[in-house]
């Protein structure tokens, strides 16, 4: 038996250590965290986060092998492996503000790791970090007089929230790397024998230390940029009367393109693309390669153009003023099948409409906690509403925020007799019905597709 511990129970770390639990039941496992809350969530039959099918893995390990505890101390001292899956949020002061990665919670944690062992292990960095943070916690975890040896392995998380289950069941690959001395090796493939235990060995890539932290930063900075891609077609498209739709089938069916990530929308968010894109800019600015720096830079800004663009052209459309109208955001999360809103578009969306003085209310089915908890400097200006179609009630528009595919099937009829007319609607992310929806009455502004009114001249 192995003792895993794994720091840090958020969306990363709590998935991650109950699918390994299931599939590794000749290991103990204990996820700790600082806050108190959450680790009382997950012990409990209300998880701190929704993720489609987690609940179930949770339930069928929970006090078998996998344990949640606010002990970290008295863990760290028994683990012989220990995941670190701690935030690592943009750093807002200081040198690199607003673009580097704030690395004291890591730094912390590697300290607290060193002043609670008392026998050598593997420490395995889960959260996203900049490249070479594994020679720094090396060096911090290497500097004690007792002859303990810490390995460090970077094994980075390429799970996506909606489908976390999924992608740890039958992941693309799993990524290690670590240092290519014997003793730096045998922590690798410790770790890859974990995986082994239900993924196949071609997929399990390893690599050096550097390649593995850097791969998890350009895998999300090429993702995103395929969204921005889009996005920046999908403008045109509106103009130039071609359809987003159309034109990302016809790019996407070339092989060497593929058609996956080429959903124009309202906007990227969720904690990885913006911070890991950030992150690399950083690292591209300190290394003196200004060029590379602006050249991925202009991901995010065209992220950034995107959202305000979407609010701009709702205030144009509806007649240059949103001031004291009721205007209904379908969804609030990042994106479909999570309750999480880091860095949501609808969030954005929001705080805009509401600078224009609009009356917002948000709905959404499992994201209205932290929409409230996000939103709380503004909070007492919206209203959350759970259900829909009393959230649409005396709107004047319904901008679809969150591809949520219960809103796909809402009775619109309904939902539009209710509505104050002329009754608009934003599909941000292009799951409607729109020609239904202009045949009920609706004036109708898709993404990437000219938008169909009932307003002539
Ligand atoms: C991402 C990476 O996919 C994952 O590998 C990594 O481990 C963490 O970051 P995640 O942020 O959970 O995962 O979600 P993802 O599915 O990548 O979507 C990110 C954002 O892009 C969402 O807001 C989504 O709605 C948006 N998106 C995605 C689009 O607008 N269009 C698309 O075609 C795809
Ligand atoms: P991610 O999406 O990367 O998993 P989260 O914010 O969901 O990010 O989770 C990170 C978790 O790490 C949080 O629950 C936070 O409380 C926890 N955490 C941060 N610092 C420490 C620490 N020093 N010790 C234990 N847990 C920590």
């Given at each position: 038996m192995t003792?895993i511990?794994c720091i840090g129970?958020?969306?990363v770390g709590?998935?991650t250590?109950?699918?390994?639990a299931?599939h590794c039941?000749?290991h103990r496992?204990?996820?700790?965290d600082?806050?108190?809350q959450?680790?009382a969530a997950?012990?409990s039959d209300?998880l701190?986060i929704?993720?489609?099918?987690?609940?179930?893995v949770v339930?069928?390990v929970?006090?078998?092998?996998?344990?949640?505890?606010?002990?970290?101390?008295?863990?760290?001292?028994e683990?012989d492996?220990?995941?670190?899956s701690?935030?690592?949020?943009?750093k807002?002061f200081g040198?690199?503000?607003g673009?580097?990665a704030?690395l004291?919670y890591w730094?912390?944690t590697?300290?607290q790791?060193?002043?609670?062992?008392n026998?050598?292990k593997?420490v395995?960095?889960?959260?996203?970090l900049?490249?070479?943070?594994?020679?720094?916690?090396?060096r911090?975890l290497n500097?004690n007089?007792?002859n303990?040896?810490?390995?460090?392995v970077?094994n980075?998380?390429f799970?996506?929230e909606?489908?976390a289950i999924?992608?740890?069941?039958t992941?693309d690959?799993v990524?290690?790397g670590?240092?290519?001395?014997?003793?730096g090796?045998q922590?690798v493939?410790?770790?890859v024998e974990?995986?082994?235990?239900?993924i196949?060995r071609?997929?399990?890539?390893?690599t050096?230390?550097?390649?593995?932290?850097l791969?998890k930063?350009v895998a999300n900075?090429?993702l995103?940029q395929?969204?921005?891609?889009?996005?920046?077609?999908?403008?045109?498209c509106?103009?130039?009367?071609?359809?987003?739709?159309e034109?990302?089938?016809a790019?996407?069916?070339?092989?060497?393109?593929?058609?996956?990530?080429?959903?124009?929308?309202?906007?990227?968010?969720?904690s990885c693309?913006?911070?890991?894109i950030l992150?690399?800019?950083?690292l591209?600015?300190?290394?003196g390669?200004p060029?590379v720096?602006a050249?991925?830079?202009?991901v995010?800004?065209m992220n950034?153009?995107?959202?305000s663009?979407?609010?701009?052209?709702?205030?144009?459309a509806?007649?240059?003023?949103?001031?004291?109208k009721?205007?209904?955001?379908?969804g609030?999360?990042?994106k479909?099948?999570?309750?999480?809103t880091r860095?949501?578009?609808?969030?954005?969306v929001?705080r805009?409409?509401?600078?224009?003085?609009?009356q917002v209310?948000i709905?959404?089915?499992?994201?209205l906690?932290?929409?409230r908890?996000?939103?709380y400097d503004v909070a007492?200006?919206?209203?959350?509403e759970?259900?829909?179609?009393?959230?649409?009630?005396?709107?004047?528009?319904?901008?679809?925020?969150?591809?949520w595919?219960?809103?796909?099937q809402?009775?619109y009829d309904?939902?539009?007799?209710?509505m104050v007319h002329?009754?608009?609607?934003?599909?941000g992310r292009?799951i409607?019905?729109?020609?239904k929806l202009y045949?009920?009455g609706?004036?109708?502004?898709?993404?990437?597709k000219?938008?169909?009114t009932h307003?002539?001249?």
């Amino acid at each position: 038996m192995t003792n895993i511990l794994c720091i840090g129970a958020g969306y990363v770390g709590g998935p991650t250590m109950a699918v390994i639990a299931k599939h590794c039941p000749q290991h103990r496992i204990v996820v700790v965290d600082i806050d108190e809350q959450k680790i009382a969530a997950w012990k409990s039959d209300h998880l701190p986060i929704y993720e489609p099918g987690l609940k179930e893995v949770v339930s069928s390990v929970r006090d078998k092998n996998l344990f949640f505890s606010t002990e970290i101390n008295r863990n760290i001292a028994e683990a012989d492996i220990i995941f670190v899956s701690v935030n690592t949020p943009t750093k807002d002061f200081g040198r690199g503000a607003g673009r580097a990665a704030d690395l004291q919670y890591w730094e912390k944690t590697a300290r607290q790791i060193l002043e609670n062992s008392n026998s050598s292990k593997i420490v395995v960095e889960k959260s996203t970090l900049p490249v070479r943070t594994a020679e720094a916690m090396e060096r911090i975890l290497n500097s004690n007089g007792d002859n303990l040896f810490f390995d460090v392995v970077s094994n980075p998380e390429f799970l996506a929230e909606g489908t976390a289950i999924q992608d740890m069941e039958t992941p693309d690959r799993v990524l290690i790397g670590g240092r290519e001395t014997p003793s730096g090796q045998q922590a690798v493939q410790a770790i890859v024998e974990i995986y082994a235990q239900w993924i196949p060995r071609e997929r399990i890539i390893t690599t050096n230390l550097w390649s593995s932290e850097l791969s998890k930063l350009v895998a999300n900075a090429f993702l995103a940029q395929r969204i921005s891609s889009i996005n920046a077609i999908a403008n045109l498209c509106e103009i130039t009367e071609a359809n987003i739709t159309e034109v990302a089938h016809a790019v996407g069916t070339d092989s060497r393109i593929g058609p996956n990530f080429l959903q124009a929308s309202v906007g990227f968010g969720g904690s990885c693309f913006k911070k890991d894109i950030l992150n690399l800019v950083y690292l591209c600015e300190y290394f003196g390669l200004p060029e590379v720096a602006a050249y991925w830079e202009q991901v995010i800004t065209m992220n950034e153009f995107q959202m305000s663009n979407f609010v701009s052209k709702m205030v144009h459309a509806m007649f240059n003023t949103v001031a004291g109208k009721r205007i209904t955001l379908f969804g609030a999360a990042f994106k479909a099948n999570t309750s999480d809103t880091r860095e949501s578009a609808a969030l954005t969306v929001c705080r805009a409409l509401l600078d224009e003085h609009a009356q917002v209310i948000i709905t959404d089915p499992y994201a209205l906690d932290n929409a409230r908890a996000d939103l709380y400097d503004v909070a007492d200006e919206i209203i959350f509403e759970p259900d829909p179609y009393l959230a649409a009630r005396d709107s004047h528009a319904i901008a679809v925020l969150t591809e949520w595919p219960q809103y796909a099937q809402l009775d619109y009829d309904s939902i539009y007799r209710d509505m104050v007319h002329p009754s608009f609607i934003f599909d941000g992310r292009n799951i409607l019905d729109h020609n239904k929806l202009y045949g009920i009455g609706f004036n109708v502004y898709p993404i990437g597709k000219p938008p169909q009114t009932h307003f002539t001249g």
